[in-house]
């Protein structure tokens, strides 16, 4: 590390402790400790690279320490640990949207929320922050791809064999994932997701049942009032508050933890990694409140260190440690083919059917097109959205945490006669050979995102087709990637194969 970096690290409330002899208490509560430690294995991140491998090495008998920056979301029956879709929160937000001066968030709301973003003038990352990673919020389609999808895009090294066979069996067996039973998707509340299957079939593609990791016994007990609606009321898209979602928090963490092995230590946010004299890492953190005040200054000495803290916050790391010297020997191609999964999200307006009042979710059909030669591998799901109340417009009742570009859909676009909103949400993803990449700005000492406007153009065109087909003539449709061009899904930028 560099000696700035090192003084502002360190040194920070020295400076403001040597500014008075006696200091009052709000300038008492500046000056943080900075202390030292060492593990056996540190891993950064705690989604589904950084859980896997906790629990993993745990099994193995060796001692990991998991550095989470987000805080713990636990659920259960009636929680209310999420934040709603439908209502702003100071939980939508991570506290870095935030400035920070003098370990200080400056803001109306800092706080350690579920989404943190990454932008660029032509795209927009959106990643979970929590225990659990994206795990908290995705919506949970587990697809396994076939050979020849996997084989084309994966390096050869890694045997499609073997993952059918071993891998994706375990990751199925560990997220415990099912069907939604028909007695749930043939409820009124399920009406949107029956009208898509249908309308799939109408435009002759195919339809079917999308593997989830959900225990949906929670939806039904939903339906029959015996706790507060999340599944069935569509309102589920930054977290499902009633449990039964298998997100990584309650199983690989969960396991892990179990073995005696592991420490999960939420709210520490890993500011800069180093390669110390002796080959060994060293890992700067600050442990933070939920409001991203500084509380102390961690510095964590490991022979083992594990980047799994998502595609933008690993390519942070990793870039910034490169550029400024702390890690000399990376490879060149680190920041490269950076891709989006191709995301496209549609508001599919003026449905030919009104759902009701209320849509259940998270996701129940998908429509996938993957052998087709001509085309993109690609798929197209029906997701669910919150409750509106009539006449309502979509920008005031979805905030742009939910769907980055919906604000401005007209109140028109409603109809207050009926009992319900006659829109639904269509979600394309799959294949695009558009790339990115992600750079060091020296001036702004920041990593940055670069994506070349229309980088997914090619199979968003395709998706477009589809879902047009699919919500007939009579609708409306409107991509929030138009307004905001966005992925939940980001890739890339630290490669298997570089």
């Known amino acids: 590390m560099n000696k700035f970096n090192r003084r ?17 208490k709000s300038e008492a509560a500046l000056w943080r400790r900075t202390t030292r430690s060492e593990e056996r294995a540190v891993v950064i991140g705690s989604g589904f690279g950084g859980g896997i491998s906790a629990l993993r090495l745990a099994q193995a008998g060796v001692k990991v320490l998991v550095l989470e920056k987000g805080r713990w979301w636990p659920t259960g029956p ?3 640990t999420f934040p709603s879709a439908t209502v702003v929160s100071q939980k939508h937000f991570f506290y870095t949207a935030w400035p920070e001066y003098n370990g200080f968030r400056i803001g109306l709301w800092p706080y350690a929320g579920i989404l943190e973003t990454m932008a660029s003038p032509t795209h927009t990352i959106v990643s979970a922050c929590g225990v659990g990673g994206g795990s908290l919020v995705y919506q949970g389609m587990s697809l396994q791809p076939d050979e020849k999808n996997f084989t084309d895009w994966f390096p050869a090294e890694i ?20 069907t939604a039973p028909d007695e749930l998707v043939n409820s009124t509340t399920y009406k949107a997701a029956r009208i898509f299957a249908d309308r799939v079939k109408k435009a002759g593609y195919n339809v079917d049942k999308v593997p989830m990791p959900i225990d949906w016994q929670y939806a039904l007990d939903e339906l029959n009032g015996l706790m507060r609606p999340s599944y069935t009321n ?5 977290g499902v508050r009633n449990g039964g979602k298998q997100s990584v928090d309650v199983t ?24 110390d004299a002796d080959g060994s890492w060293l890992v700067y953190v600050d442990r933070t409140s939920l409001r991203g005040t500084v ?49 496209q999200i549609y508001i599919w307006n003026k449905m030919p059917e009104n759902p009701g009042p209320r849509q259940g979710g998270p996701v129940v059909y998908y429509s996938q097109e993957w052998n087709d030669p001509n085309q993109l591998a690609n798929t197209v799901i ?15 009742a979805l905030p742009s945490s939910m769907l980055p570009g919906v604000s401005g859909i007209a109140a028109e676009s409603n109809d207050p006669t009926l009992p319900g909103t006659p829109a639904t949400m269509l979600v394309g993803y799959g294949v695009s050979r558009g790339r990115g990449y992600f750079s060091y700005n020296p ?27 699919v919500a007939g003539p009579e609708s409306q449709l409107i991509n929030t990637n138009d307004t905001i061009n966005s992925t939940w899904h980001p890739l890339g930028g630290a490669c298997i194969d570089r």
């Open 8 to 24: 502002k690290f360190i040194g920070g409330a020295a400076a403001v402790a040597a500014s008075t002899t006696v200091p009052n």
């Open 78 to 80: 009636n929680s209310t």
């Open 159 to 178: 045997d499609y064999q073997e993952m059918d066979e071993v891998y994706y069996p375990r990751v199925a067996e560990m997220l415990k994932l099912q």
């Open 234 to 238: 569509g309102d589920c898209a930054l």
């Open 252 to 275: 690989y963490i969960d396991q892990a933890l179990a073995t005696g092995n592991v420490t999960v230590e939420a709210l520490h946010h890993v500011r800069e990694i180093e390669r």
């Open 295 to 343: 509380l102390e200054h961690k510095i964590i000495k490991t022979p083992t260190l594990i980047m799994a803290a998502g595609t933008a916050n690993t390519n942070k790391l990793l870039l910034s440690a490169a550029a400024e010297g702390r890690i000399p020997d990376l490879p060149d191609e680190l920041g490269q083919g950076y891709g989006t999964n191709g995301d």
């Open 382 to 396: 029906q997701a669910s959205l919150p409750p509106l109340a009539p006449g309502r417009e979509f920008s005031s």
């Open 443 to 469: 001036t702004r000492r920041r990593v940055e995102l670069n994506w070349p406007k229309g980088g997914d153009d090619e199979l968003a065109a395709r998706i477009r087709e589809r879902i047009s087909a």
